[in-house]
Structure formats: structure tokens, C-alpha cells
């Protein structure tokens, strides 16, 4: 199958029952058995639901994957990976990811001595000389949360690899639409399913894709037993959503590839960060391991002070203040106070999260409308 046919029908059967077209939201907490033991298959909805089995099979087939296992939430699905370490091991992760990642990592693992290690995966050598004989996780996130770098995933893949890691990639920004980094070496693939999966800024919802059944076999006793799992209704609205995710994000990388031109020649904006300049350092790694380049772009100001930041921010219409990223409508957000407060400001400074970084998430608006709306806000800039 093509990837747009893979989008509407893998994993996806018309109702036996009634040949509904689209999968029932099956909203029941457990099944009738036969005999103690004898089932069809569903057990107790914890451990399993046929709308959650259905987006499980999609999205394996929309990665590439030999199994996928559904969160209640992106971190949730995070937290499950992170639970296959042992104190005493070692993560080695980019320097610049989103900040609840961070959080995770550092307040959620260190005090159980599983110690992250914030590298500059763009530097190859800087990776090797992070990883050690605790490493055993290396967390690759690309494009980077908000500073949209590009990571070689298939680089960073052959090193961990080298050193007998397990490789995750954080695929929320591209979707599988715009890169497969199991295709590329990866291990496992995470997504906040909330997102550009979705699309539509209605459900919360995370997953990952595993490049063995035996990972997932490991992922999935986690889940059963942590409970960390996804309703019925919101697998359901992210089937819904992925349907329609290879005509949105289209739409909304053109729209990004506009604006960002339109940033750069502003002249209250200092850089634009968006990966399909040719003078953006990874410019040519993402035009191999990307279809597209993104509908993210992030921005900051030459007056850098969060004042600055917050005028520009109070000042659009359509673009709405929010966390978030990945819907029909467009977002705009202060990474520094929103999305990665949890990170302290000197790392943020150090790695170029200035104080008055712009993240803007491009909807599927008139592109014409996005134009004149930034336009007036960015005129509110000193």
C-alpha cells in the first residue's frame, strides 16, 4: 500500500458486527467470557480494547513497524520506555528537546539512578564522548523542540548501535508523513499522538512503534501494569484525525515555508529557525531523511527580552497562545515560559533558547491571513 491508502485502511476492517466503516468506540471496561480463560481475544480494558488494537495497527504500519502500543498520553508512552532501564544506567539524549522530556528524564529518573546525559547531537564525536558502559538509551529527538535542529538519525542510529543501545526517536514534529526513523535504524519511534497524529487539538493520546515484537511484548507488560493506557474515544478520534494527516501537514508545510521567508526579511526578527533554508546547518540531512521540511518555525526577536516576547505574543488573532503544536489551527508560544519552564535558564541560554524565542506551530489557515496577523503583532515589537 501507498502511504495515503496506509493512512485511511491499514489496521482498519469495516465492523464486523455491523459494517460500520469506521471502527466503533467500544466504551466498555471489560468482556464476557465463555469459560474462565475462553475469550475473543479481550480480556479486561486495561490490558486491551479493540478501538486502541485498531490505531495500534495502524500506526505500525504507518512507521514501518512490527508493533505499536498506545499511551494515554506522549510522556506516558515516554515513561514506559524509560521503565525498561535499571538504576545505574545511562541515557544520552540532545541538548535541545522539549521540556517535559527533560522533566522526565531528570526529576522523574535521576533519584532512581538513571542519569541523562544533554549532548549536541549534531556533533557526532560530542555523542561518542557522552556514552559510556552504564549507556544503554540514546533518545534522539528531530526536529528539535523549539530550536529545530536536525539530528542524522541514521548516523546517531549506527553509533548506538556501535555501542549496543537502544535507539529512540522522538517523531512528534514530522509524523510519519515527513520521515520513518525505524526505515533510517531506529529502535523504537514515540509520538505524542496529540499532535499532528490527531490534529484537530481535541484529544490527548501518546504511542510508540517497536522494530521487534519482543519490545513491544516488554512495553506492553508495563503498560498492564503501570495502567497508563488510552481511552476508547480518544483512539478513536486519533484513527479519525490520521486519515486526513498526509492533506494537513502538506498544507501546513507550505504555509510554514512561506512564513518563515516572511520572518527572515522582518526586520524586528533577529534568527528564524526552520530547516528548509539552505543556509540552515541541516538543511541538507533533512532533505534526505524528511519528505518535507516541517510545519514548525521558531524565531526570536532582536530586542530579547521576554517584554518583547510578550507584546509580539498578546498581538495576533489567529494565531492562538497556546502549548501545543500540530492542529488544523495555527499556536503560537514562549517556549521559554511554556513548553520548557521546567529547564533552567542557563541550559536554555546555553543551548540558544533565548528569552524571546518565538515557536510558532503553522495551521492550515489561508496563508494570506497568517501573513497579515503576524504582521500586525511583530509591528507591537520594540
Not at 547531537?121 to 529545530?148: G, Y
Not at 515555508?257 to 533577529?270: G, M, N, Q, T
Request: charged share 20%; hydrophobic share 40%; aromatic share 8%.
Amino acid at each position: 500500500m501507498k502511504f495515503a491508502t496506509k493512512l485511511i485502511h491499514a489496521g482498519v476492517e469495516p465492523d464486523v458486527a455491523s459494517g460500520a466503516i469506521m471502527t466503533p468506540i467500544y466504551q466498555t471496561s471489560t468482556y464476557v467470557q465463555e469459560a474462565p480463560g475462553v475469550h475473543k481475544g479481550y480480556e479486561y480494558a486495561r490490558t486491551q480494547n479493540p478501538t486502541r488494537t485498531a490505531l495500534e495497527k495502524n500506526l505500525a504500519a504507518l512507521e514501518n513497524g512490527k508493533d505499536a502500543i498506545c499511551f494515554g498520553s506522549g510522556l506516558a508512552a515516554m515513561d514506559a520506555i524509560l521503565k525498561m532501564l535499571n538504576p545505574g544506567d545511562e541515557i544520552v539524549s540532545t541538548n535541545d528537546l522539549y521540556g517535559g522530556s527533560y522533566r522526565l528524564m531528570v526529576k522523574g529518573y535521576e533519584k532512581y539512578g538513571i542519569k541523562a546525559h544533554f549532548v549536541d547531537m549534531t556533533d557526532e564525536e560530542a555523542v561518542r564522548n557522552a556514552i559510556n558502559s552504564n549507556t544503554k538509551l540514546m533518545w534522539i529527538e528531530t526536529p528539535t523542540n523549539p530550536l529545530l535542529r536536525i539530528v542524522d538519525i541514521s548516523a546517531m542510529c549506527t553509533i548506538a548501535h556501535e555501542f549496543g543501545l537502544l535507539a529512540v526517536v522522538d517523531n512528534t514534529f514530522a509524523s510519519p508523513y515527513l520521515q520513518k526513523p525505524i526505515d533510517l535504524g531506529a529502535d523504537m519511534v514515540l509520538h505524542s499522538a496529540t499532535k499532528y497524529l490527531g490534529g484537530h487539538s481535541d484529544t490527548v493520546l501518546g504511542a510508540v512503534v517497536t522494530s521487534t515484537e519482543e519490545q513491544a511484548d516488554e512495553l506492553r507488560y508495563v503498560q498492564n501494569a503501570a495502567g497508563a493506557v488510552p481511552g476508547p474515544m480518544d483512539c478513536f478520534l486519533v484513527l479519525r484525525g490520521i486519515k486526513t494527516l498526509h492533506v494537513r501537514v502538506r498544507q501546513a508545510c507550505k504555509n510554514a515555508k512561506d512564513i518563515a521567508r516572511f520572518l527572515k526579511e522582518h526586520s524586528a526578527v533577529d534568527n528564524v529557525y526552520y530547516p528548509g533554508f539552505e543556509d540552515h546547518p541541516g538543511h541538507k540531512i533533512a532533505k534526505k531523511q524528511m519528505k518535507k521540511f516541517g510545519a514548525m518555525v521558531s524565531f526570536d526577536l532582536k530586542n530579547d527580552t521576554i517584554e518583547n516576547a510578550n507584546a509580539v505574543l498578546s498581538g495576533t488573532k489567529f494565531f492562538s497562545l497556546a502549548e501545543s503544536l500540530g492542529g488544523v489551527e495555527s499556536l503560537i508560544g514562549h517556549p521559554a515560559s511554556m513548553t520548557h519552564g521546567a529547564i533552567p535558564r542557563e541550559q536554555r541560554l546555553k543551548v540558544g533558547l533565548t528569552d524571546s524565542l518565538i515557536r510558532l506551530s503553522i495551521g492550515i489557515e489561508d496563508y494570506e491571513d497568517l501573513l497579515s496577523d503576524l504582521e500586525v503583532a511583530l509591528s507591537k515589537a520594540k
